[in-house]
Nanobody, 115 residues
Framework: QVQLVESGGGLVQPGGSLRLSCAAR????????MGWYRQTPGKQRELVAS???????YYADSVKGRFTISRDNVKNTVYLQMNNLKPEDTAVYYC?????????WGQGTQVTVSS
């Protein structure tokens, strides 16, 4: 089993920044892609960004140029640096990890962008 522990959400004004962290614990050997998804009420969970163990990154068009995903393979932690936040970025953000064909999810962390 893999446990994903997220931190770093909160309330920020438009144009501000937040950094999300997600630490993988448990049976972490073999974790490949890690990523961040977000979800708002009544909508499907959507992929924000993902990164492979070899640091190949993918970004949704809506966050390109504003968000940066990175990972520390020694600490088994993935980060999401979010800059120039907009009200439409408000959502619950979920960490995700793939290990040998199985998908694991964190508990979610709320990000609210509001003045």
């Amino acid at each position: 089993q893999v446990q994903l522990v997220e931190s770093g959400g909160g309330l920020v004004q438009p144009g501000g920044s937040l950094r999300l962290s997600c630490a993988a614990r448990g049976n972490i050997f073999g974790i490949n892609t890690m990523g961040w998804y977000r979800q708002t009420p009544g909508k499907q969970r959507e992929l924000v960004a993902s990164i492979t163990r070899g640091a190949n990154a993918y970004y949704a068009d809506s966050v390109k140029g504003r968000f940066t995903i990175s990972r520390d393979n020694v600490k088994n932690t993935v980060y999401l640096q979010m800059n120039n936040l907009k009200p439409e970025d408000t959502a619950v953000y979920y960490c995700n990890a793939e290990r040998i064909g199985k998908i694991y999810w964190g508990q979610g962390t709320q990000v609210t962008v509001s003045s």
